[in-house]
C-alpha cells in the first residue's frame, strides 16, 4: 500500500509491535483499544477528501483479546442507507466495546459503568465476549 493513510497505519502497526515487543510476557494480559476520533464522509468533497462524519472505527490489540474476526453490521452506502443522507449509519456504540473491555477485563460492575465511567447510559449494554 501507498499514500499518506498507508505511511500512518504502518506507523501505528510499528508502534503496536515495539509496545508488544517491550511488554514481553505481560502483553498476553494486555487490551489496547484504537479508535479514530470521528469518521468520514461517505463521499467525497471538492478537494478529492473527505470531511468529519458521524461513524467511527475501533479495533482491539493484545494477547487477552479474543481476536480474529470482525464485529460489524454494515449498514450500506446506498443514500437511503445513510445517516443524515451523508455518513455511514452507526451501528454499535463505541461506548459498549469500552465497558465490555473493562467489564471482562478489569472486573467494572454495570453500575459502575453506566454512572461513573460512562455517566447516564445504563442503557449502554456492555458488547460482551471480547476478552479471550
Known amino acids: 500500500a501507498t499514500g499518506r493513510l498507508a505511511q500512518l497505519l504502518a506507523g501505528l502497526g510499528g508502534a503496536l509491535a515495539t509496545f508488544e515487543s517491550v511488554l514481553g510476557p ?3 494480559d494486555t487490551i489496547l483499544l484504537v479508535a479514530t476520533e470521528f469518521g468520514r464522509t461517505a463521499r467525497v468533497n ?3 477528501g473527505t470531511d468529519h462524519g458521524t461513524a467511527t472505527a ?3 490489540a493484545g494477547g487477552a483479546v479474543n ?3 470482525v464485529l460489524a453490521d454494515w449498514p450500506g452506502l446506498k443514500p437511503t442507507d445513510l445517516y443524515e443522507a451523508r455518513d455511514l449509519r452507526p451501528t454499535t456504540d463505541l461506548r459498549a466495546v469500552i465497558k465490555g473491555v473493562l467489564a471482562d477485563h ?4 454495570a ?3 453506566g454512572t461513573t465511567v460512562f455517566p447516564d447510559t445504563a442503557s449502554v449494554a456492555p458488547l460482551r465476549g471480547l476478552i479471550a
Open 26 to 28: 505481560a502483553w498476553s
Open 58 to 60: 475501533a479495533f482491539l
Open 111 to 113: 453500575g459502575v459503568l
Open 46 to 48: 471538492g478537494t478529492i
Open 67 to 69: 481476536g480474529g474476526r
Open 106 to 109: 478489569l472486573g467494572l460492575s
